[in-house]
């Protein structure tokens, strides 16, 4: 079954912190997403990849980076942490995406 | 432009009542769709998916959607929920031509035991 894990499940960063926020997927799906969820809000795209070596930028992009280094690893960087960016984040990979369990950010 | 709108953010129903859940899209062709849902703290779990033929899609649990291009529709329905039914669904639109996934607002649906 396809798998998508998240490291960490929660972070507690401080504000101008760096944050980094993991993502691998096994199932050898070439696009993968990130995603934040808040009330309101819904879910909206932050980055996304079509593979390795690729990144692009989503509908809220401002203040993330995002890294593909191989086909299994997605990874969402906050370079200088935001309290506006305390928040759910999710990744996902595939066509029909596949979500991870959520990274639970507090920016303080 | 591409959206995707839920017009119902929340959804009251008994256990054992018919369902339906609304979702209206727009986009010129047509579109990958899907229903996920979301239990309380956990990730989005796909329920169904449609790319073509058929209108009619089965998905898990015994939910269903049908697929309308004449109304630029994707509703989703099952027959008789249950009190485990209560989450939040989305509906979301796939680009055919693209990886841009565009999700609905969601809606809450709470059955009553």
């Known amino acids: 079954e396809a798998a998508v894990t998240q490291s960490p499940r929660n972070k507690v960063a401080v504000t101008g912190g760096k944050v980094t926020l993991s993502c691998n997927q096994t199932?050898?799906?070439?696009?993968m997403y990130w995603y934040r969820q808040d009330t309101g809000h819904g879910l909206r795209l932050i980055h996304y990849?079509?593979?390795?070596?690729?990144?692009e930028k989503g509908d809220i992009p401002d203040g993330y980076k995002a890294s593909r280094p191989s086909q299994e690893n997605f990874s969402l960087i906050l370079e200088l942490a935001t309290p506006s960016q305390t928040s759910v984040y999710f990744c996902?990979?595939?066509?029909?995406?596949?979500f991870g369990a959520g990274t639970r950010l507090s920016v303080l | 432009a591409q959206s995707v709108t839920q017009p119902d953010a929340r959804v009251t129903v008994s256990e054992g009542a018919s369902l339906q859940l609304r979702c209206k899209y727009s986009?010129?062709?047509?579109?990958?769709l899907f229903w996920y849902v979301q239990y309380p703290r956990q990730g989005l779990q796909l329920l169904l998916k449609?790319?073509?033929?058929?209108?009619v899609v089965q998905g898990v649990n015994g939910f269903e959607a049908e697929f309308s291009k004449s109304n630029s529709s994707f509703h989703l329905r099952k027959a008789s929920v249950h009190w485990s039914d209560s989450a939040v669904y989305f509906c979301?639109?796939?680009?055919?031509?693209?990886?841009?996934?565009?999700f609905g607002k969601g809606t809450h649906l709470h059955v009553l035991p």
């Open positions: 996902a990979s595939g066509d029909a995406p596949y």
């Open positions: 199932n050898n799906h070439n696009n």
């Open positions: 990849s079509y593979g390795a070596g690729s990144t």
């Open positions: 986009y010129s062709g047509t579109p990958y």
């Open positions: 449609y790319y073509s033929g058929d209108p």
């Open positions: 979301v639109l796939r680009d055919t031509n693209a990886y841009k996934v565009i």
